[in-house]
C-alpha cells in the first residue's frame, strides 16, 4: 500500500512567486493534515481537512496560504505570493478515523529566494 | 496550551551503548504519543505510537514509554548502532487533534 506521497520534493522560488505543493494521502484516510518547519523552529501545525472540508485552519500564518482538497482526496497547498520566512519543511500526514497513528510524507524543502 | 520539551538537544554516545531519550509536556489531556526520527534531508519515519491508555511500546531495539501523570515520555535505545544516527522527535496529539512538537534531539552513535 502506498504511502504518503508529498510533491515536489524540493522547491526554488524567487520572492513573489507562487507556488503549490501536492499531498496524496493514504487511500481511504479522512484526515489529512499539513505541518511546516521552519529553520530552527519546531514543527508546528498549519491545518487540518476531514474529507473536503477544512476542519482546523488555526495554523495558518496569513491569507498568502491557500490549502485546497478537492473531493477529499488529495491536497494542495498554495503560496502566493511567497516570502522569505515562507522558506522551510513542509510536511503532509494522513490518519483514519480519530485519534489514530498520522503516517507523513517525505516533506517538500520550500526555499524562497 | 499544550508545550513539548525534549531534552538532550543533542547526544553523542559510542556504538553499543544503550541510551535514553526524553520527552516532556504540560498538558496530560492528550490522546497519544508518538516518536519519530528524521534523517538529514529525509522525511519523517514513525517509529512508535502510544496511546493515552497505555504505558509503553516496544519494537525491537526500541522502547517507548508514557507516563501522563508527569507529563513525560521516553525513548530508550538498546545496543545503539551508527544507523541509529538522526534526529529524534515526539510530538503529542492534543484535545485539538493537533500534533504539538518537540524541537527533537539530535543524535550521534559514534563508531
Known amino acids: 500500500e502506498a504511502g504518503v506521497t508529498q510533491f515536489p520534493s524540493h522547491s526554488v522560488i524567487e520572492k513573489g512567486q507562487t507556488v503549490t505543493l501536492r499531498c496524496d494521502p493514504i487511500?481511504?484516510?479522512?484526515?489529512l493534515y499539513w505541518y511546516r518547519r521552519v529553520m530552527g523552529k519546531e514543527i508546528k501545525f498549519l491545518l487540518h481537512f476531514v474529507k473536503e472540508s477544512k476542519q482546523d485552519e488555526s495554523g495558518m500564518p496569513n491569507n498568502r496560504f491557500l490549502a485546497e482538497r478537492t473531493g477529499g482526496t488529495y491536497s494542495t497547498l498554495k503560496v502566493q505570493p511567497a516570502e522569505l520566512e515562507d522558506s522551510g519543511v513542509y510536511f503532509c500526514a494522513s490518519s483514519g478515523p480519530r485519534p489514530s497513528e498520522a503516517f507523513f510524507g517525505q516533506g517538500t524543502r520550500l526555499t524562497v529566494v | 496550551k499544550q508545550e513539548v520539551t525534549q531534552i538532550p538537544a543533542a547526544l553523542s554516545v559510542p556504538e553499543g551503548e544503550n541510551l535514553v531519550l526524553n520527552c516532556s509536556f504540560t498538558d496530560s489531556a492528550i490522546y497519544n504519543l508518538q516518536w519519530f526520527r528524521q534523517d538529514p534531508g529525509k522525511g519523517l519515519t514513525s517509529l512508535l505510537l502510544i496511546q493515552s491508555s497505555q504505558r509503553e511500546q516496544t519494537s525491537g531495539r526500541l522502547n517507548a514509554s508514557l507516563d501522563k501523570s508527569s507529563g513525560r515520555s521516553t525513548l530508550y535505545i538498546a545496543a545503539s548502532q551508527p544507523g541509529d544516527s538522526a534526529t529524534y522527535l515526539c510530538?503529542?496529539?492534543?484535545?485539538?487533534?493537533?500534533?504539538?512538537w518537540g524541537a527533537g534531539t539530535k543524535l550521534i552513535i559514534k563508531p
Open positions: 487511500s481511504g484516510h479522512d484526515n
Open positions: 510530538a503529542a496529539l492534543d484535545s485539538n487533534y493537533q500534533l504539538i
